[in-house]
T-cell receptor
Framework: GEDVEQSLFLSVREGDSSVINCTYT??????LYWYKQEPGAGLQLLTY?????DMKQDQRLTVLLNKKDKHLSLRIADTQTGDSAIYFC????????????FGSGTRLSIRP | NAGVTQTPKFQVLKTGQSMTLQCAQD?????MYWYRQDPGMGLRLIYY???????DKGEVPNGYNVSRLNKREFSLRLESAAPSQTSVYFC???????????????FGEGSWLTVV
């Protein structure tokens, strides 16, 4: 079945770049998403990438997609304390009507 | 434009009690979802409704029932609550698959449920 995997924790120094990685198994994935969840809050869509793209940039965020390896990454430039959150990778497959599969989330913590 | 609204935000239940989580969206979306979130487990899909009038099981449907009351509303019911159902529940919605360009998923703020 479909699966999305990501590491559980990442710690970076304030001002450095953060790179959060994700792998997925569904080769028919059409959209891949990154969501952010701050403590006590719901999920907020950060960005998404369509499967025929390799890269998408949005201000401090860069999404890279390696479709051959089924690998997705989110790079946050100049990481700030406000970036502390859990980041979820998710994918939607073309064959699965409206079902979106989430990874377990990566908790990003920022060191001073 | 409220987006996805779910109620209640917090609830404490005794084992064996029943309750219904309500969800409504005002974006005219066709698809709606219920997820639960547990520490270290991420989001797991309980049930989803691809369109009005249809519901399907997700990864963890046992102990739950759903109703797609109309296009706007999708409720989740716990008939006999168990401590293992202590979790944070998220309702979400998205447009139909045929419109790929706007096919993102929008979440409610979550419902914190504790079963004692």
């Amino acid at each position: 079945g479909e699966d999305v995997e990501q590491s559980l924790f990442l710690s970076v120094r304030e001002g450095d770049s953060s790179v959060i990685n994700c792998t997925y198994t569904d080769s028919s994935s059409t959209y891949l998403y990154w969501y952010k969840q701050e403590p006590g809050a719901g999920l907020q869509l950060l960005t998404y990438i369509f499967s025929n793209m390799d890269m998408k940039q949005d201000q401090r965020l860069t999404v890279l997609l390696n479709k051959k390896d089924k690998h997705l990454s989110l790079r946050i430039a100049d990481t700030q304390t406000g970036d502390s959150a859990i980041y979820f990778c998710a994918e939607r497959g073309y064959s699965s009507a409206s079902k979106i599969i989430f990874g377990s989330g990566t908790r990003l913590s920022i060191r001073p | 434009n409220a987006g996805v609204t779910q109620t209640p935000k917090f609830q404490v239940l005794k084992t064996g009690q029943s309750m219904t989580l309500q969800c409504a969206q005002d974006m005219n979306h066709n698809s709606m979802y219920w997820y639960r979130q547990d520490p270290g487990m991420g989001l797991r899909l309980i049930y989803y409704s691809a369109s009005e009038g249809t519901t399907d099981k997700g990864e963890v449907p046992n102990g739950y029932n759903v109703s797609r009351l109309n296009k706007r509303e999708f409720s989740l019911r716990l008939e006999s609550a168990a401590p293992s159902q202590t979790s944070v529940y998220f309702c979400a919605s998205s447009e139909a698959l045929r419109d790929q360009r706007r096919n993102t998923i929008y979440f409610g703020e979550g419902s914190w449920l504790t079963v004692v």
